[in-house]
């Protein structure tokens, strides 16, 4: 599955894909009761002290949006802070404009490769969500490198004391959580680590 991380392989299937949304591994609804206020405080950031804001307020940042629907699915459920989706491929960015022009006041997107970095201030998204993306990195050359510096970045623009990094992967959980340690140590970036399992999903839509 090399190809998941060229961006020339992205482009290409966007472009035979024009009119298509597709969700990998997870929709919305199936991770909905895990992006609840409730369930998001168990895997703050920092301070227990600080509360992760309400979905009206909470800015977030998807990773790898694709053509997926899961911006627009939340902003139909509630979360009106803001949402900023990113992915590397033009293609499908100019699509995602064009698709939900009449929402530009609660999303938009950045066409950027997160694996040269964030092109974000410091301490500027509440939430981070990262599904598939993870995946598709650690498919590509140089592939760890990478990893940890989406994982740093993550941990420099989330904000303080109540940020969370949402990462869904098919990967072994153990596999995936020796990424957000910063030498060997969890706790550098993170006051906590949660892990769930969510029941693969076999609908047409989402693989």
Sequence with gaps: MA??????????????????SYDWLQSYSSLRRLLSVE??????????????????KCKVLILGCGNSSFAH?????????HITNVDFSSVVIDQMKTKYSKQSE?????CADITKGLP???????????????DAILT???SVINAKLVVSECNRVLANGHGVLFLVSHGNPDSRVVFLEHDNDLSYYWQEVSVHTVARRSDKNTK
């Design 3 to 20: 190809m998941y991380g060229r961006q020339d392989y992205w482009d290409e299937r966007y472009r035979h894909t024009e009119r298509s």
């Design 140 to 142: 590509s050359a140089g």
């Design 73 to 81: 699915d939340m902003l139909a459920d509630g979360w009106q802070g």
């Design 120 to 134: 974000f201030e410091d301490k500027s998204f509440d939430l981070i969500i990262c599904k598939g993306t993870f």
């Design 39 to 56: 369930a998001l405080i168990a895997t703050k950031k920092v301070n227990e002290m600080i509360p992760f804001p309400s979905h009206e």
């Design 106 to 110: 609660n999303l938009d997107f950045v």
